[in-house]
T-cell receptor, first 115, second 115 residues
């Protein structure tokens, strides 16, 4: 089955710097790659996603890139702010036969943004 | 527009007991998925419900069962609780596929502690 590896497990940056989190997946049939932000005591919040027919997607300070050949995708956060501090999860899924696929998650990256 | 809601917020049960967790999807969503998140880990897929039927199932024993009602709300039942069932249980809802529904939006979760 699908396996998702996520690196690094912890990341500390200064406010205003950029942060990059990388994930690799094993199943080339996966076609949907969301990123979630989870704050303490809350459920995961979908922040951006990308489908396999797109190489890059951007939403304000957040961007995601996908390399299908290498089977890896990355989250880029620019101009980081203290409120970006949280645990970030990547996930992969394979929708098929008219159904939403189940999400396979990485182990998470704890991002700390120091003021 | 209310997001995904879950009840209860917290629950403490004893080994061997049974528990029922509840989820109401976002308005307009018809698919509900359940995930288990152990401390410090990414969520793990339990099962997915669509049109009141279990459509996909992850690697969880039969002690875990569910139900979806005609109004799309859902329940997760766990029988014969084990200490290892202690976790945050997350519900996610998805819009219909004809609306491009690959996204999964999570609720705040139910924290289950088994003693």
């Amino acid at each position: 089955g699908e396996n998702v590896e996520q690196h690094p497990s912890t990341l500390s940056v200064q406010e205003g710097d950029s942060a990059v989190i990388k994930c690799t997946y094993s199943d080339s049939a996966s076609n949907y790659f969301p990123w979630y932000k989870q704050e303490l005591g809350k459920g995961p919040q979908l922040i951006i996603d990308i489908r396999s027919n797109v190489g890059e997607k951007k939403d304000q300070r957040i961007a995601v890139t996908l390399n299908k050949t290498a089977k890896h995708f990355s989250l880029h956060i620019t101009e980081t702010q203290p409120e970006d501090s949280a645990v970030y999860f990547c996930a992969a899924s394979m929708g098929y036969g008219g159904s939403q696929g189940n999400l396979i998650f990485g182990k998470g990256t704890k991002l700390s943004v120091k003021p | 527009d209310a997001g995904v809601t879950q009840s209860p917020t917290h629950l403490i049960k004893t080994r061997g007991q049974q528990v029922t967790l509840r989820c109401s999807p976002k308005s307009g969503h018809d698919t509900v998925s359940w995930y288990q998140q152990a401390l410090g880990q990414g969520p793990q897929f339990i099962f997915q419900y669509y049109e009141e039927e279990e459509r996909q199932r992850g690697n969880f024993p039969d002690r875990f069962s569910g139900h979806q009602f005609p109004n799309y709300s859902s329940e997760l039942n766990v029988n014969a609780l084990l200490l290892g069932d202690s976790a945050l249980y997350l519900c996610a809802s998805s819009p219909p596929l004809w609306r491009g529904g690959h996204e999964q939006y999570f609720g705040p979760g139910t924290r289950l502690t088994v003693t």
